[in-house]
């Protein structure tokens, strides 16, 4: 029914920037919100950034100001653009959706160097 496919995820030194894209296909009657989970080692998984249905994107403190979630409704795409990255920000990165059910992404590997 819905899926949602990730890329983008790599290696790159501490200060560069990263890309991940989850794009969408299925039927999709209603979306409350759709964002970003990430998960490292040890650790459970969290809230990167959640846009609503009201259009607010929030963010969690860790990542404010250096990560931007923005879409492409034409190709059915979220983008998470990654900046100022930090070894802190090593995870598996989740894409999100919740509908009438939730939905999530394969993941993908973000791995951030000193």
């Known amino acids: 029914q819905v899926q949602l496919v990730e890329s983008g995820g790599g290696l790159v030194q501490a200060g560069g920037s990263l890309r991940l894209s989850c794009a969408a296909s299925?039927?999709?009657?209603?979306?409350?919100?759709m964002g970003w989970y990430r998960q490292a080692p040890g650790k459970q998984r969290e809230l990167v950034a959640i846009e609503t249905s009201g259009g607010r994107t929030n963010y969690a403190d860790s990542v404010k100001g250096r990560f931007t979630v923005y879409r492409d409704n034409g190709k059915n795409t979220l983008y998470l653009q990654m900046n100022s990255l930090k070894p802190e920000d090593t995870a598996v990165y989740y894409c999100?959706?919740?509908?009438?059910?939730?939905?999530w992404g394969q993941g993908t590997q973000v791995t951030v160097s000193s």
């Open positions: 999100y959706l919740h509908s009438l059910y939730d939905y």
């Open positions: 299925g039927t999709i009657f209603r979306i409350n919100n």
